[in-house]
């Protein structure tokens, strides 16, 4: 499934394939409207926010510290990201163009403060 | 910006240093703690939900036939990847694999059924 | 619609009941399955953390000295309520019952510290 | 706590009142910034969509048929409500009449179809 070429490190299109593969072998497509898609990703974002919630800002920026605590966060991380590449991948979005075209409009939108 | 060896095709990792280079042009990274950054995730995953929150299941499948609706949702996707990126990034967490391992932990955890 | 005796203030059945009538009046009952409810609730309650989401916590105590910002809060805390009475009438749950027994069992879970 | 005139049942100012008293009896208030319980209430709501996620609209409408899935509902609902009204506390914000003066600005937004 991963590519020897890379050394082993996939890629952003490979885990979507890899994602849709792993749904398709468990007859999950029927589960996998776009609705329930968002819904389960909006979940797993606040899953994220719990974690986050009685903490100061200052202690937020921590949490990698404690090894549990860094095992959840990358485990929830893990999650959004696989809800959203599944939405990607039954609506035809391709997320790398979507976010290169939203940043660009950004810079357009927020222009750099230049030099003094 | 862009990887010229690619074709010009943005990879996650690039476009992660492009957000990171985005909010460090503007000064924006004290806003940027993982707290609030888990916040603005989570804000952006419900404006998915908005888009879908009255559609039928069959309705929720042809949103993108709309070309209005499918704009509003590729921009909503860009926003949710943003944030999350921007997360990995402050705190230090490397997406792709994040997914990987997680991919492997649910191959164990929900074997494919099998040939009969 | 308002209770006379108390004054004109509604109370919490009451506004259950407004809203029910509200809903029937424009036909929208076939939207307000408890699916589509919750995810209208999930995205009213983000609405509430998008305003919070870049402030700091000395900041988020001092929102409602903004006329405009306060105005917002109360809008988005009426429209969380609303979403939560419509989720209880279709499913027929009595919320006042169900947070007085939710504080019954938080007593006993999470005993109040004695004097010394 | 309870009102005796109304037979033991809490109204909402009752069990407002009811939740500060449990907050400040464990010392929990500087935990209660408005910016952390806003993220509460929303972990709340996607914990109730969790319940709902690959729900069809028709088994969503049958979830308090099961005990153990009612119970959770019921559960999930009253932490909702817990954490608004805790929220409206520190805010000072009334959300009765917050409720009330919605439903009298959306009665005139979106006017109920008359008779033919």
């Not at 849709?20 to 497509?29: M, P, S």
């Not at 202690?59 to 959203?84: K, Q």
Request: negative net charge; aromatic residues 6%.
């Amino acid at each position: 499934m991963k590519d020897p070429e890379s050394g082993g490190k996939p890629d952003l299109p490979a885990l979507q394939r890899r994602l849709a593969e792993f749904a398709a072998a468990r007859h999950w497509q029927p589960y996998h409207t776009p609705k329930n898609l968002v819904s389960a990703l909006s979940v797993e974002a606040c899953e994220l926010v719990e974690i986050f919630q009685w903490l100061t800002p200052e202690e937020s920026s921590l949490v990698m510290e404690d090894p549990a605590t860094a095992a959840r966060v990358t485990d929830e991380v893990a999650d959004v990201l696989a809800y959203l590449l599944q939405l990607c991948e039954v609506l035809g979005i391709d997320p790398l163009s979507a976010l290169d075209a939203k940043i660009d409009r950004n810079e357009r939108r927020f222009p750099a403060p230049g030099p003094p």
